[in-house]
């Protein structure tokens, strides 16, 4: 660990140096990034502040990813998606960040390909590039890719969009050329994922080569097969400890707005925001009902004693002045919730309790606490809010759910039947809280008997699988919206009568996000084939998605 931070310190220095400049016309690449980085550098800067990048992780993976799915939800700049509010100035921050990443790694793949001895390095390189592109095509739908990284060096402003369908084809190929060039006798260092454990790098490309072929089975269901079932056979993740991580700093959050890559994004918004992040009751609910142990390990009851309670800051559960209750508010009210879904705090839902805008009281040490309106639902634990919560890019748990989801289809070659690799995948995620996050253990209980009988009660097993993915996802919020509109769950009631809802919606629930002003300002041109009808639509769905109402509830 402490290797790490000194590393993050010394990344921290190469960034002030190479992303200084903020106002330029175009957002996929950074005029003022050095050309001749060390690759090693760069690429241990991007492992870091692709995930420690506080306001990409406050408007993209909050605002959107994890609202909109019913995650969180909150007062209102942390998840606008709760409501659909369109915000396209939020829009601009993923698309910005990630090519400034990609911008990155494309200097540090062309100077390692002048140095045999660099290998590890493109390699690497290619893989995170490919992850990073992933998320920004499963966002936004069509975008610049294969000119993307020939910018840079061409001074291309005004790239061209490429088709999602061969954007995915390429990154079969890229990933498995770069798990091929990994080489063991070759040095890797500076590495802040694996350490520079080569062979794992390999398992976490190949692992990622396995979320992309799944991400296919509603388009093209044979090559999804094909591509799966080889990334599989070349080996995969086989533990917690294959899981694509990365460790961040301790530091004290600035309140200044002032940019930050040091800790985890995630975190980073919940102690520098003003507003309250609250768990969803649709997230919280699933939990609750199934007796999920993970429930009490991830959120809490916290509020302020009745003396503090004049700030809602001193109720966060961030903030070391809020109380912990979780006992004592479930012994006093019976039950723990969400908020619930398509209101922010400020709002009344539907059939709320008549107290709604009425404070709460426990005792807590002889004191009393208030729980005033916006603290009644459950928040993020304490410790899971830390500065240095190590991010997770991929999780062992993921690929074993994708591994019971194969072997549900029945395609060959995968080892294990479907509920084996359903019970791993629950053990191997309650075991990432623990060991890599930091979460306590619920001892109460058994996760085996769980996972059991969530399994034989849950009568369609691919919603059984993909609920599961639901709840692994909530720290990787971005992974969770796409596997929504890939598997269909959970069914979400969409948002229609909030006054900030975008109407053009029609009832239904974004699919992605609309592309920034930027690009329909500067790059018109090569974006316009690829908008809905001539529309920067937010409701369209990408390639891979093909639908506008899978994982709606279109009940009355």
């Known amino acids: 660990m402490k290797t790490s931070i000194k590393l993050l310190i010394v990344v921290v220095s190469t960034l002030t140096l190479t992303t200084s400049c903020e106002d330029f016309n175009d957002l996929n690449v950074d005029p003022t990034t050095s050309t001749i980085a060390n690759p090693k550098t760069l690429i241990s800067k991007v492992q870091t502040s692709y995930s420690g990048d506080r306001e990409t992780q406050w408007r993209s993976l909050a605002a959107y990813h994890m609202s909109i799915t019913q995650m969180i939800s909150d007062g209102w700049t942390v998840s606008h998606g709760q409501a659909y509010k369109l915000d396209i100035s939020y829009m601009e921050y993923m698309w910005k960040s990630s090519y400034r990443e990609i911008s990155d790694l494309t200097y540090a793949i062309q100077e390692a390909e002048q140095n045999p001895e660099l290998v590890n390095y493109e390699a690497v ?23 993307a990284g020939a910018q840079a060096e061409d001074d291309n402003l005004h790239p061209a969009y490429d088709n999602q369908e061969d954007i995915y084809n390429d990154f079969f190929k890229e990933l498995k050329e770069a798990a091929a060039q990994l080489d063991d006798s070759k040095a890797l260092e500076g590495d802040l994922m694996y350490n520079g454990d080569v062979e794992r790098w390999r398992k976490f490309a190949n692992s990622l080569r396995l979320r992309y072929a799944m991400r296919l089975v509603n388009v093209n269901l044979s090559k999804a097969e094909t591509e799966a079932v080889l990334a599989i056979e070349d080996g995969v993740m086989e533990n917690i400890d294959d899981a694509a991580k990365v460790e961040h700093g301790d530091f004290t959050v600035s309140t200044s707005g002032a940019s930050e890559i040091r800790g985890n994004g995630f975190s980073q918004v919940q102690n520098f925001s003003e507003e309250i992040m609250v768990a969803c009751e649709t997230y919280v609910s699933y939990l609750r009902d199934n007796d999920d142990p993970r429930l009490l390990m991830m959120f809490g009851m916290y509020a302020a004693y009745q003396e503090d309670a004049t700030s809602r800051y001193n109720s966060k559960s961030s903030t070391e002045t809020s109380v912990e209750i979780t006992d004592e508010y479930l ?6 919730e969400g908020y619930a879904p ?65 072997a549900l289809r029945g395609w060959s070659s995968i080892g294990g039947d479907a509920k084996t690799h359903y019970k791993n995948a629950i053990f191997a995620n309650i075991d990432e809280l623990v060991i890599i996050l930091g979460a306590e253990p619920n001892l109460d209980i058994n ?59 029609n009832g239904l629930i974004p699919r992605k996000l609309p592309y920034p002003n930027t690009e329909m300002n500067f ?6 084939p690829h908008l809905d009808n001539g529309v920067n639509f937010w409701g369209a769905p990408v390639w891979w998605d093909n639908s506008l109402t899978r994982g709606v509830d279109l009940s009355d």
Do not use: C
């Not at 995170?128 to 000119?147: C, R, S």
């Not at 790059?523 to 316009?528: F, I, K, P, S």
């Open 523 to 528: 790059n018109r041109e090569n974006l316009e």
């Open 447 to 505: 996760s085996d008997v769980y996972a059991e009988n969530l399994w034989n009660n849950t009568a369609d097993k691919m919603e059984a699988i993909n609920m599961q993915h639901y709840v692994n996802n909530f720290y990787n919020g971005i992974e969770g919206f796409a596997n929504w509109r890939r598997s269909g769950f959970p069914v979400l009631k969409p948002t229609t009568d909030n006054p900030y809802t975008d109407q053009t919606l």
């Open 331 to 336: 012994a006093a009210y019976g039950v723990l």
């Open 342 to 406: 398509g209101y922010f705090l400020f709002e009344s839902p539907e059939d709320a309790p008549a107290d709604i805008w009425s404070p709460r009281f426990v005792e807590k040490n002889g004191r009393t606490v208030q729980i005033d309106k916006y603290f009644k639902p459950l928040q993020i634990r304490r410790h899971l809010t830390r500065i240095d919560l190590p991010s997770i890019y991929q999780s062992y748990s993921e690929v074993e759910l994708w591994l019971a989801e194969a």
């Open 125 to 147: 390189a290619r893989i995170l590039k490919v992850m990073i592109f992933a998320q920004l095509t499963d966002t936004y739908g069509d975008l610049p890719y294969f000119e």
